[in-house]
Nanobody, 120 residues
Framework: VQLQASGGGLVQAGGSLRLSCAASGTIFRIDVMGWYRQAPGKQRELVAVSINGGTTNYADSVKGRFTISRDNAKNTAYLQMNSLRPEDTAVYYC???????????????WGQGTLVTVSS
């Protein structure tokens, strides 16, 4: 299973960006898709996660500004980021928990990071 993240870039504070994460390979079902981020000198942290059944969770710091969504037919997750702040600057990583067959144990996969830079 491969995860391809895209959509990062440079934006001014108050602006918006939309990240995409497309999963490919042998996929029976994706149980969870989410986004994490890691700022320089800091640990990787959860940003947003979408669980099958419609449950979503967000870090307190992004609630009301970021929205995670999924297109299950395309095995793709999106992160709409609005009202961006300089403190949102980080490398954003896509994550997915995937079953490759109906009997397999779910496995955790990571995409390559995409850099988001918010200027003040």
């Amino acid at each position: 299973v491969q995860l391809q993240a895209s959509g990062g870039g440079l934006v001014q504070a108050g602006g918006s960006l939309r990240l995409s994460c497309a999963a490919s390979g042998t996929i029976f079902r994706i149980d969870v898709m989410g986004w994490y981020r890691q700022a320089p000198g800091k640990q990787r942290e959860l940003v947003a996660v979408s669980i099958n059944g419609g449950t979503t969770n967000y870090a307190d710091s992004v609630k009301g500004r970021f929205t995670i969504s999924r297109d299950n037919a395309k095995n793709t997750a999106y992160l709409q980021m609005n009202s961006l702040r300089p403190e949102d600057t980080a490398v954003y990583y896509c994550n997915a928990v995937v079953r490759t067959t109906g009997r397999s144990t779910p496995a955790n996969y990571w995409g390559q990071g995409t850099l988001v830079t918010v200027s003040s």
